[in-house]
């Protein structure tokens, strides 16, 4: 069974870089067929799609997201990252990764709460 597991600063300042890794056991990043993904809910909001990174590292990511987002990965560690620039404190949310497939996200991570402020 799939786990995957976020980690990264909870606090960082505004103006800042946010990077958050995510750790993936019991399957692997390559494996044919499946959609690595990131997702945020900020407080009192839904959930936000912010991009994924596939099995063969082709990335996509949201369009409110796109100009300062990038997403990687490193097969080797069986991880992928996920960078989001100048960060505002509307950045504030519980970030998840998730696995995907054509049709859902089955699989995803427990969430890392990530504060904006100075």
């Known amino acids: 069974q799939v786990q995957l597991q976020e980690s990264g600063p909870g606090l960082v300042k505004p103006s800042q870089t946010l990077s958050l890794t995510c750790t993936v056991s019991g399957g692997s990043v390559a494996t044919n067929g499946y959609y690595w993904n990131w997702i945020r809910q900020p407080p009192g909001k839904g959930l936000e799609w912010i991009g994924y990174?596939?099995?063969?590292?082709?990335?996509q990511y949201s369009s409110p997201f796109k100009s300062r987002t990038s997403i990687s990965r490193d097969t080797s560690k069986n991880q992928f990252t996920l960078q989001l620039i100048s960060v505002t404190p509307e950045d504030t949310a519980v970030y998840y990764c998730?696995?995907?497939?054509?049709?859902?996200?089955?699989?995803w991570g427990q969430g890392t709460q990530v504060t904006v402020s100075s």
């Open positions: 998730a696995r995907g497939d054509s049709s859902s996200l089955g699989s």
């Open positions: 990174i596939d099995y063969r590292g082709v990335i």
